[in-house]
């Protein structure tokens, strides 16, 4: 058993220190708050976690979305240019038949 880097003889020898300085009384209530305050820091740790994922997320949707938006862009002047030299093509097909 190896909780936190630490074995089953040094958890006895932690226990018998604990019991030492606190006395049979205090150790239960010490081991509550001690528990308690373990949890806290998990559920804020979860929490933390939870809330780095979802900028993470929004992250990846504003790159994805300005990526989009830059394609678009990008082919925007080249389908104008088209449009304009198909048009010219269109004025000369008319001129020549006129």
């Known amino acids: 058993m190896n909780v936190f880097g630490i074995g089953l003889p040094e958890m006895a020898l932690i226990f018998v220190v604990a ?10 209530e010490v081991g509550r708050s001690l528990g308690k305050a373990i949890r806290g820091f998990q559920d804020a740790s979860k929490e933390f976690q939870n809330e780095f994922q979802k900028e993470a997320v929004q992250l990846q ?21 088209i449009e304009a030299a198909q048009l010219e093509q269109d004025t000369a097909s008319s001129a020549q038949k006129s």
């Open 61 to 81: 949707e504003a790159v994805r979305t300005t990526a989009e938006l830059e394609t678009k862009q990008t082919a925007e002047p080249e389908t104008k240019q």
């Open 19 to 28: 019991l030492l300085i606190f006395g049979p009384k205090k150790l239960p």
